[in-house]
């Protein structure tokens, strides 16, 4: 039995493609994503690597993603239940972590029987909570793990599983089989049912043949327990086996409602803001949609409890370019986006009133650096590797976030670069956003765009002052830098 | 029965003394770290010595180079590293045997060595037999070692022991521990000793992982406690017969490995050592050669060679291969350019070239012919020494004083950024002096320097110069200088980012 509220019954692949570790850090970076995951984990370090891990592992089929979204359903409905369920199996985890591990295998045996008889305990109380509040529940999800609960550990089996951890003491001896291996030690040790009480069985009387250990040298004194453990070998691994079995159950338990429960706590304290989320619509990825209304940053939200949103409606599109003035709103929709499509692909809820794109094989960014980090390369050197590695990764129907690539070189020699390796992505089936400054690349794409191109450029109101809002429109030469400039100083730049 | 010797042939080594020391020019040339690497890939301590053994005969260069071509074959070099491996496996054990205290645990360590033995030593030659081979001197090593295991006493040995082994193995008890006591006793016809199994079937149903957990299982602890003897002691009582002929046996075999196998496994080690060694270089992509040899002819041509001690340390990554040619009465080889250009990584390839073809082993180039010298003078800055410059400079002209005088026209001599504690001028004058010497003496010669205008000096004497593009270095040196400019595109093309490049490798 396993749970399996992250993935469809009979999914074997309950997450997605793992993202390479060296772009999935870049792209956390590039996203800030650490914000979200805080909010996710409120403290906890295990959530916070559970919603990582979810978040970096994108799912690609819209019907695994469903699953998702309908235990995440059940979850919202009953957050305190969900809540209940984890924090039971989290103990359960927990208590036999504080059993010390490794060492003889006696030792081991008497640990690993401890530990199943706790879990013996902490499985009958799973039983009995989720026995009475499985009616509020509706998602096959959900169903399927309290089925199973209740089926594969009735009481007749917790019982008879009791009884033979308690034969697992060996309170009357122990009777083993053996043949001599190398070097002429017992080896291939296997045993029998443990001996009732009483003499000793019959043909062992009968050889004469008994060793009595003398207790006065203390390497007589070691000797016996060390045979004891040649002898109990085979069953301590069993019984460990045995352990880290239904450990392994909990763990996995515990893990996937904690991703829940990570959802829970962002919900929360989203909602809590007043910030609209929504459960979104993911579309097959040869729609290339990207639909949105009220789409914002929730990293930025969070650090700044509230938010400027965006609309946009993309559809059909490969490219969207993005232009305009400087502080207007351009990374923030990049990295909104870019959370909003890691957040559905996963399961999630999104941060929008109302949310559909394509899903993504593979979500990437490519972001402007502060500064050269490397000693051997140029700037541009670097620049060029880290999209090496994204090109070596996209398949077609990733999704390649860009902010102000190519920027570390001449505008001219950098919109050349540029140009080309958007034409190469856009001709294998990605999309992507690319927001930039270089005005002669973005002129260049205007004038002869590839097909389906977005333009889409920051909006000001009539002062000057930026919406924080993007509109369809053609790039224009001035990055407003100089109305941002003339801000600041009071008076624009001497000519 | 003699097995014969796979370095020197029939014929043994050379006369001269044994020669075990580092040779001179080793350090100058970085030889001694290859050599290092080499011998500890060989796997033994005292192979260096083999390594510091430059050879002047074309047919012994002959004589290893076609073993080294035949251990090209996986299947025949595969054969070579079972069998060393199975040697040291013998030796190591042997010795730890002489510690087991307890004898009928010490008679079963012993017919499990012996077995493993002759088995590996059987399978040698079996596999020497069905691999295609063309090298003399493993021709003669797989007659020799066939002829040893067909020997009565070989076969004797092994049949007894096997059949000893396996009487062991038959053996069967009963144990039952309660608080202080162990009782053995034949083992039980009715029950199944399968109580594992039923604690594994209980919790089955919670397995997560589909594939069973890895069973670490810690190496047996190959002693013998008390407890452990009381049992064996029932064990054998229990069996008499069998463990007094077991007893037996191992008292009348006593050292059972031979001389001629042991020199073996040792001269194997010398192919092996050094082919590990070049394994990931190989592996990266470059190439290594089978040199042509000559005792008399000075002419050189080696194509796309490198310093082997530099790759190595890189792991073959970025290694820049350059040509050394020396034609006709071309004899010195003036090499200039910029500071970290290449130079000093190609003086010592130069140098490396002649000791390692020496050895009858690869050198690291695509296609090489080289000469035998007599012996290989380097002189090469030293970073201790005095401080001030004119007894640095004194230093300087006693070593080159001395290496003139040892210096032969057999001999190969490589000067490296010498004279640079004094004037331009004065390091000319000395220069010319000096090229004259080498020249009259005929020599094979690199000299890396920043004095190109030297090579006009003699009609002997060759300019090549490292060569620059743009900001880069490019580490190549050339006979003449390469020009390059960077701008992006060509970065860009540098990390395959163009149109064509991108699609190309996405549909990879």
């Given at each position: 039995?396993?749970?399996r509220?992250?993935g469809a019954?009979?999914?074997?692949?309950?997450?997605?493609?793992?993202?390479?570790?060296?772009?999935?850090?870049?792209?956390?970076?590039?996203?800030?994503?650490?914000h979200l995951?805080?909010?996710?984990?409120?403290?906890?370090?295990?959530?916070?690597?559970?919603?990582?891990?979810?978040?970096?592992a994108p799912?690609?089929?819209?019907?695994?993603i469903?699953?998702?979204?309908?235990?995440?359903?059940?979850?919202?409905?009953?957050?305190g239940?969900?809540r209940?369920?984890?924090r039971?199996?989290?103990?359960?985890?927990?208590?036999e972590?504080?059993?010390?591990?490794?060492?003889?295998?006696?030792?081991?045996?008497?640990r690993?029987?401890?530990?199943l008889?706790?879990?013996?305990?902490?499985l009958?109380?799973?039983?009995?909570l989720?026995a009475?509040?499985?009616?509020?529940?509706?998602?096959a999800g959900?169903?399927?793990?309290?089925?199973?609960?209740?089926a594969?550990?009735?009481?007749?089996?917790?019982?008879?599983?009791?009884?033979l951890l308690?034969?697992l003491?060996?309170?009357?001896?122990?009777?083993a089989?053996?043949?001599?291996?190398?070097?002429n030690k017992?080896?291939?040790l296997?045993?029998?049912a443990p001996?009732?009480?009483g003499?000793a069985?019959?043909?062992?009387?009968r050889?004469?043949?008994?060793?009595t250990?003398?207790s006065?040298?203390?390497?007589?004194?070691r000797?016996?327990?060390?045979?004891r453990?040649?002898v109990?070998?085979d069953v301590?691994r069993a019984?460990?086996e045995?352990?880290?079995?239904?450990r392994?159950?909990?763990?996995?338990?515990r893990?996937?409602l904690?991703?829940?429960?990570?959802?829970?706590n962002?919900?929360?304290?989203l909602?809590?803001?007043?910030?609209?989320?929504?459960?979104p619509?993911?579309r097959?990825?040869?729609d290339?949609?990207?639909?949105?209304?009220?789409?914002?940053?929730?990293?930025?939200?969070?650090?700044?409890?509230?938010?400027t949103a965006?609309?946009?409606?993309?559809?059909g599109t490969?490219?969207i370019?993005?232009?305009g003035a400087?502080?207007?709103?351009k990374?923030?929709?990049?990295?909104?986006?870019?959370?909003?499509?890691?957040?559905?692909?996963?399961g999630?809820f999104?941060?929008?009133?109302?949310?559909?794109?394509?899903?993504a094989?593979?979500?990437?960014?490519h972001?402007k650096?502060?500064e050269?980090?490397?000693?051997t390369?140029?700037k541009?050197d670097?620049?060029?590797?880290?999209?090496?590695?994204?090109?070596?990764?996209?398949?077609?129907g990733s999704?390649?976030?860009?902010?102000?690539?190519?920027s570390s070189?001449?505008?001219r020699?950098?919109a050349?670069i540029?140009?080309?390796?958007?034409?190469?992505?856009?001709d294998?089936?990605?999309?992507?956003?690319?927001?930039?400054h270089?005005?002669?690349?973005?002129?260049?794409?205007?004038?002869?765009?590839?097909?389906?191109?977005l333009?889409?450029?920051t909006e000001h109101?009539?002062?000057?002052?930026?919406?924080y809002?993007?509109v369809?429109?053609?790039?224009?030469p001035?990055a407003?830098?100089?109305?941002?400039?003339?801000?600041?100083f009071?008076?624009?730049?001497?000519? | 029965?003699a097995?014969?010797s796979?370095?020197y042939?029939?014929?043994?080594?050379?006369?001269?003394?044994?020669g075990?020391a580092?040779?001179g020019?080793?350090?100058?040339?970085?030889?001694?770290q290859?050599?290092?690497?080499?011998?500890?890939?060989g796997g033994?301590?005292?192979?260096?010595a083999?390594y510091?053994r430059?050879l002047?005969d074309?047919?012994?260069?002959?004589?290893?180079?076609?073993?080294?071509?035949d251990?090209?074959?996986?299947?025949?070099?595969?054969a070579a590293?079972r069998?060393?491996?199975?040697?040291?496996?013998?030796?190591r054990r042997?010795?730890?045997?002489?510690?087991?205290?307890?004898?009928p645990?010490?008679?079963r360590?012993f017919?499990?060595?012996?077995?493993?033995?002759?088995?590996?030593?059987?399978a040698f030659?079996?596999e020497?037999?069905s691999?295609?081979l063309t090298?003399?001197?493993?021709l003669a090593?797989?007659?020799d070692?066939t002829?040893?295991?067909?020997?009565?006493?070989?076969?004797?040995?092994r049949?007894?022991?096997?059949w000893?082994?396996?009487r062991?193995?038959?053996?069967r008890?009963?144990l039952f521990?309660r608080?202080?006591?162990i009782?053995?006793a034949?083992p039980?016809p009715?029950?199944?000793?399968?109580?594992?199994?039923?604690?594994?079937?209980t919790?089955?149903r919670?397995?997560?992982?589909?594939?069973?957990?890895p069973?670490?299982d810690?190496?047996?602890?190959?002693g013998?406690d008390?407890?452990?003897a009381a049992v064996?002691?029932?064990?054998a009582?229990?069996?008499?017969?069998?463990f007094?002929?077991v007893?037996?046996?191992?008292?009348?075999?006593g050292?059972?490995?031979?001389?001629g196998?042991?020199?073996a496994?040792?001269?194997?080690?010398?192919?092996?050592?050094?082919l590990?060694?070049?394994?990931?270089?190989?592996?990266?992509g470059?190439p290594?050669?089978?040199p042509?040899v000559?005792?008399?002819d000075?002419?050189?041509?080696?194509?796309?060679?490198y310093?082997?001690?530099?790759?190595?340390?890189?792991g073959g990554?970025g290694?820049?291969?350059?040509?050394i040619v020396l034609?006709g009465?071309?004899r010195?080889?003036?090499?200039s350019?910029?500071?970290?250009?290449?130079?000093?990584?190609?003086?010592?390839?130069?140098?490396?070239?002649h000791?390692?073809?020496?050895l009858?082993?690869?050198?690291?180039g695509?296609?090489?012919?080289?000469?035998?010298?007599?012996?290989?003078?380097?002189?090469?800055e030293?970073?201790e020494?005095?401080?001030d410059l004119a007894?640095?400079?004194e230093?300087?002209?006693?070593r080159?004083?001395a290496?003139?005088?040892r210096?032969?026209?057999d001999?190969?001599?490589?000067?490296?950024?010498?004279f640079?504690s004094?004037?331009?001028?004065?390091?000319?004058t000395?220069?010319e002096?000096?090229?004259?010497?080498i020249?009259?003496l005929?020599?094979?010669?690199?000299?890396v320097?920043?004095i190109?205008e030297?090579s006009?000096?003699s009609?002997?004497?060759?300019?090549?110069?490292?060569?620059?593009?743009?900001?880069?270095?490019?580490?190549?040196?050339?006979?003449?200088p390469?020009?390059?400019r960077a701008?992006?595109?060509?970065?860009?093309?540098?990390?395959?980012l163009t149109y064509?490049?991108?699609?190309?490798?996405?549909?990879?």
């Amino acid at each position: 039995m396993r749970p399996r509220l992250l993935g469809a019954a009979g999914d074997p692949a309950r997450t997605g493609a793992d993202l390479a570790e060296d772009l999935a850090d870049d792209l956390a970076e590039d996203l800030r994503l650490h914000h979200l995951w805080t909010a996710m984990a409120r403290g906890d370090e295990r959530l916070y690597a559970l919603a990582r891990a979810a978040t970096l592992a994108p799912l690609t089929d819209p019907a695994a993603i469903e699953h998702r979204q309908r235990v995440l359903s059940d979850c919202l409905r009953n957050p305190g239940t969900v809540r209940a369920l984890h924090r039971l199996a989290a103990e359960a985890v927990d208590a036999e972590q504080k059993i010390f591990r490794g060492g003889r295998p006696e030792a081991l045996l008497n640990r690993s029987v401890r530990t199943l008889e706790l879990a013996c305990e902490s499985l009958r109380d799973l039983r009995d909570l989720a026995a009475e509040r499985a009616p509020a529940f509706r998602s096959a999800g959900f169903a399927e793990l309290f089925g199973s609960l209740r089926a594969e550990v009735d009481e007749d089996y917790l019982r008879t599983a009791e009884a033979l951890l308690g034969d697992l003491r060996f309170d009357h001896g122990i009777i083993a089989a053996a043949r001599l291996g190398p070097g002429n030690k017992s080896t291939d040790l296997r045993l029998y049912a443990p001996p009732g009480k009483g003499r000793a069985p019959r043909r062992f009387r009968r050889t004469g043949l008994t060793h009595t250990v003398p207790s006065e040298h203390e390497e007589n004194w070691r000797a016996l327990p060390a045979f004891r453990d040649l002898v109990l070998a085979d069953v301590a691994r069993a019984t460990a086996e045995s352990a880290d079995h239904v450990r392994g159950f909990l763990r996995a338990l515990r893990d996937e409602l904690g991703f829940y429960v990570g959802c829970l706590n962002l919900a929360e304290t989203l909602t809590g803001l007043g910030l609209p989320v929504c459960l979104p619509e993911p579309r097959p990825a040869g729609d290339r949609t990207l639909a949105a209304r009220e789409l914002y940053d929730p990293g930025l939200a969070l650090r700044q409890g509230r938010a400027t949103a965006c609309d946009v409606a993309a559809a059909g599109t490969g490219l969207i370019v993005i232009t305009g003035a400087n502080r207007g709103g351009k990374s923030t929709f990049l990295r909104g986006a870019g959370t909003a499509q890691l957040m559905m692909q996963c399961g999630m809820f999104v941060p929008a009133r109302e949310f559909a794109a394509s899903v993504a094989d593979g979500v990437f960014t490519h972001f402007k650096r502060a500064e050269d980090r490397s000693m051997t390369s140029g700037k541009l050197d670097e620049e060029l590797a880290r999209m090496s590695a994204v090109v070596d990764r996209i398949r077609p129907g990733s999704l390649v976030l860009c902010n102000e690539s190519f920027s570390s070189t001449s505008e001219r020699e950098g919109a050349e670069i540029a140009a080309e390796i958007l034409r190469a992505l856009g001709d294998l089936g990605t999309r992507t956003i690319f927001v930039t400054h270089l005005y002669d690349l973005a002129r260049r794409l205007h004038d002869d765009p590839p097909a389906g191109t977005l333009f889409l450029r920051t909006e000001h109101d009539d002062t000057g002052a930026p919406t924080y809002r993007l509109v369809p429109g053609a790039p224009s030469p001035t990055a407003r830098a100089m109305a941002i400039y003339a801000r600041v100083f009071g008076a624009p730049p001497p000519p | 029965m003699a097995i014969r010797s796979i370095l020197y042939g029939a014929a043994g080594p050379p006369a001269g003394p044994a020669g075990t020391a580092e040779p001179g020019h080793f350090r100058d040339l970085n030889l001694d770290q290859v050599v290092r690497e080499a011998a500890r890939a060989g796997g033994v301590p005292d192979l260096a010595a083999h390594y510091h053994r430059p050879l002047r005969d074309p047919d012994l260069v002959a004589f290893r180079q076609r073993i080294f071509h035949d251990l090209e074959d996986p299947a025949v070099r595969e054969a070579a590293v079972r069998f060393t491996a199975a040697m040291e496996r013998t030796r190591r054990r042997l010795a730890a045997l002489e510690r087991r205290k307890h004898p009928p645990q010490a008679h079963r360590w012993f017919l499990e060595i012996a077995l493993d033995h002759t088995a590996a030593v059987i399978a040698f030659a079996e596999e020497l037999g069905s691999v295609p081979l063309t090298a003399p001197g493993l021709l003669a090593l797989r007659d020799d070692v066939t002829a040893h295991t067909r020997s009565a006493a070989f076969t004797g040995f092994r049949e007894r022991a096997a059949w000893l082994r396996d009487r062991l193995g038959d053996v069967r008890y009963d144990l039952f521990l309660r608080g202080d006591q162990i009782t053995v006793a034949p083992p039980d016809p009715d029950a199944r000793p399968d109580f594992a199994e039923r604690v594994l079937a209980t919790f089955e149903r919670f397995r997560q992982d589909p594939a069973p957990a890895p069973r670490d299982d810690a190496p047996p602890e190959l002693g013998l406690d008390d407890v452990e003897a009381a049992v064996l002691d029932f064990v054998a009582e229990l069996h008499p017969r069998v463990f007094r002929d077991v007893a037996a046996f191992c008292e009348s075999n006593g050292g059972f490995v031979a001389d001629g196998l042991l020199r073996a496994e040792h001269e194997l080690r010398f192919y092996l050592g050094y082919l590990a060694y070049l394994a990931p270089l190989r592996e990266a992509g470059l190439p290594v050669c089978l040199p042509a040899v000559s005792a008399t002819d000075r002419t050189m041509a080696a194509r796309d060679v490198y310093d082997l001690a530099l790759a190595a340390k890189l792991g073959g990554v970025g290694v820049v291969t350059n040509d050394i040619v020396l034609e006709g009465d071309e004899r010195v080889l003036v090499v200039s350019g910029p500071n970290q250009g290449g130079k000093t990584t190609l003086s010592r390839t130069f140098g490396q070239l002649h000791h390692l073809a020496a050895l009858g082993c690869p050198v690291p180039g695509r296609e090489v012919r080289i000469f035998l010298p007599d012996r290989i003078l380097t002189h090469y800055e030293r970073a201790e020494g005095p401080d001030d410059l004119a007894s640095k400079l004194e230093e300087e002209l006693l070593r080159m004083r001395a290496l003139l005088d040892r210096a032969t026209p057999d001999s190969v001599i490589v000067l490296n950024e010498i004279f640079t504690s004094t004037t331009a001028g004065d390091a000319w004058t000395l220069g010319e002096t000096v090229l004259a010497e080498i020249t009259r003496l005929d020599a094979p010669c690199m000299w890396v320097g920043f004095i190109d205008e030297l090579s006009l000096l003699s009609p002997k004497a060759v300019s090549m110069v490292a060569t620059v593009a743009g900001e880069e270095r490019t580490y190549r040196i050339v006979r003449r200088p390469a020009d390059g400019r960077a701008h992006a595109r060509a970065i860009a093309e540098r990390h395959g980012l163009t149109y064509a490049q991108i699609i190309d490798r996405a549909r990879r």
